[in-house]
């Protein structure tokens, strides 16, 4: 029994833990990763838009957090895989038998992931060609023909990072027309290495050990394409986690959990902060705020 559980170890969820630990609030956080810092392990490029720090690295702020965390303490449960949450009793089970219970609250900070195509050979293949990351990745993908998929600012500036080591790009979007801003679109098509392809939707990555090529369905065409290529990076935006809590809480259309200005959900007691309850402007700044939000407010519930 602890007074506050918190599901997830990004920002959103380190700065609530912080905040309790300085309220004292007894506090566990569940992580299902192996290491706390949630998008912050993606970010390549330099952080500078959070006040009062800026680091080279997503990864580099991290560390700032997730040291600060430690001196406070802060009880953190890495590798955590949640079986079960009954919100309603502020219980959360794990799969390896654990059962937790946050008697003053519980606050869920569990972001989002990155959107997946869910076609064969793009599980199979992830970490063999399937890259999570051109910035990331780029000196493996390096001398790789490559496909890029997707048609936001994220697709295009992956494909344009990726046509600087690369001698050949395909840029697949299943829309007829790109979203990414114009400046993007203008480079794509100044860049002999790009090629776009629109209307189109990948229907399967194709190779035995390593990415070997994709399939592409055309619009308005029966026969597929297939291209040889020997990288792949999936840029088709993000998705909330609110699988666990989906049914128990209110969420919008798009899955992410409605709260109120105190961060709290449609249940008494039971918080979401960060990206997960913020679909219109997630932001470093934005879920560290929510999670001392959402402390301050069970804290002082707690005290009366
Ligand atoms: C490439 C990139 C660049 C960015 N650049 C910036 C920038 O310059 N400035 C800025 O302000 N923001 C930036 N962001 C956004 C910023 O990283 C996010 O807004 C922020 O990380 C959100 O924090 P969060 O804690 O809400 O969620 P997340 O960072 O997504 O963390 C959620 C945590 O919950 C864990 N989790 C998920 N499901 C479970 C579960 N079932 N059980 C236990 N744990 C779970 C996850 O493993 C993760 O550790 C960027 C994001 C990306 C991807």
């Not at 702020?61 to 040291?67: E, I, N, S, T």
């Not at 992931?113 to 076609?119: E, G, I, P, S, T």
């Not at 790109?178 to 392809?197: D, P, Q």
């Amino acid at each position: 029994m602890h007074d506050v559980l918190i599901i997830g170890a990004g920002p959103a969820g380190l700065s609530a833990a912080l905040w309790c630990d300085e309220l004292g609030l007894s506090t566990l956080v569940l992580e299902r990763n192996g290491e706390a810092g949630g998008q912050l392990l993606w970010i390549y490029n330099s952080v500078k838009n959070h006040l009062g720090a800026s680091t080279g690295t997503g990864r580099e702020m991290r560390d700032l957090f997730v040291a600060q965390a430690r001196e406070a303490k802060v009880d953190l449960r890495a590798r955590a895989e949640i079986k079960e949450v009954a919100l309603e009793e502020k219980r959360v089970l794990l799969r390896s038998g654990e059962s937790f219970e946050g008697r003053a609250g519980v606050i869920i900070a569990t972001g989002l992931r990155r959107r997946r195509l869910h076609v064969p050979g793009e599980a199979e293949l992830a970490g063999r060609g399937v890259a999570e990351s051109a910035s990331g990745e780029r000196a493996t993908l390096a001398g790789r023909d490559v496909c890029v998929v997707g048609g936001g600012d994220a697709a295009a500036e992956n494909a344009l990072l990726l046509a600087k080591v690369c001698p050949r790009v395909v840029l697949v979007h299943r829309g007829r027309n790109l979203s990414a801003r114009r400046e993007f679109r203008e480079r794509l098509g100044a860049n002999k290495r790009i090629t776009v392809l629109t209307e189109s939707v990948i229907q399967r990555i194709i190779g035995a050990s390593e990415v070997e090529g994709v399939e592409i369905l055309r619009s308005g065409r029966t026969d597929p394409l297939q291209i040889n290529v020997q990288g792949v990076v999936v840029r088709i935006g993000y998705e909330p986690n609110t699988e666990l809590f989906r049914h128990q809480v209110r969420v919008d259309s798009r899955g992410f959990i409605c709260v109120t200005s105190e961060q709290e959900t449609s249940i008494r007691h039971v918080f979401a902060i960060g990206d997960i309850a913020n679909p219109i402007g997630p932001t470093i700044s934005g879920a560290v705020g929510a999670g001392a939000t959402a402390a301050k407010v069970i804290a002082a519930r707690f005290s009366d």
